[in-house]
């Protein structure tokens, strides 16, 4: 069985619909919600769906002595970040090789790095003119953005679409395909 931690940083439906994919799955659990922030409703969605939270400042996340042994009493094997905006540490990606994979909002190597996150990352794809963005899912390694690329999904953007319209469409094919990738992965190892 595979015991999977889900770090967020925000609302959290990318994290409710993994936990509900994985629910009725007997080889997959969702073990541990992680997240930098304690008043994000991904904590409230966790909960309500019966898995266990924890709420981890910069510092703690950079401790390899309070998140190891917060993730080994979960039994945790895997790490999915959905939506988690702190850098990883070295450390934990070195815990974890090609056992931590995260989602990104548009078509890496386009519109990725450092600071490009949630509406920054929309608004890129407009200004750029852009006229398909889409979803990648690729294994986190030191560099922001910069691990293999497992799966990529695109959808049109209208020359009318604003940065918000950008954002719906890309969530569509988030909600769609981020639970299957993650469950893809799992099969292989």
């Not at 069985?1 to 940083?9: D, E, G, Q, R, W």
């Not at 989602?103 to 990352?121: C, D, Q, S």
Request: charged share 20%; with cysteine; hydrophobic share 45%.
């Amino acid at each position: 069985m595979h015991h999977l931690a889900i770090f967020v940083s925000g609302n959290g439906s990318n994290c409710e619909n993994i936990i509900r994919h994985f629910a009725d799955n007997s080889s997959v659990e969702i073990s541990l919600v992680v997240s930098n922030r304690a008043d994000v409703y991904a904590l409230v969605r966790a909960k309500n769906l019966g898995v266990d939270t924890a709420v981890v400042d910069r510092r703690q996340l950079n401790d390899p002595q309070v998140m190891l042994p917060l993730l080994q009493s979960h039994s945790v094997d895997f790490v999915v970040l959905a939506g988690f905006l702190l850098v990883v540490p070295d450390y934990l990606i070195a815990a974890y090789p090609r056992r931590m994979l995260n989602l990104h909002p548009a078509l890496l190597p386009k519109f990725g790095g450092k600071g490009m996150w949630g509406h920054h990352v929309h608004e890129a794809v407009k200004a750029a003119g852009e006229t398909e963005t889409g979803m990648t899912v690729h294994w986190v390694t030191g560099e922001v953005d910069g691990g293999g690329i497992i799966a990529q999904y695109r959808t049109p953007i209208l020359p009318t679409d604003t940065p918000d319209d950008i954002a719906a469409k890309e969530h569509v094919l988030e909600m769609k395909y981020f639970p299957l990738v993650i469950e893809k992965v799992l099969e292989k190892l």
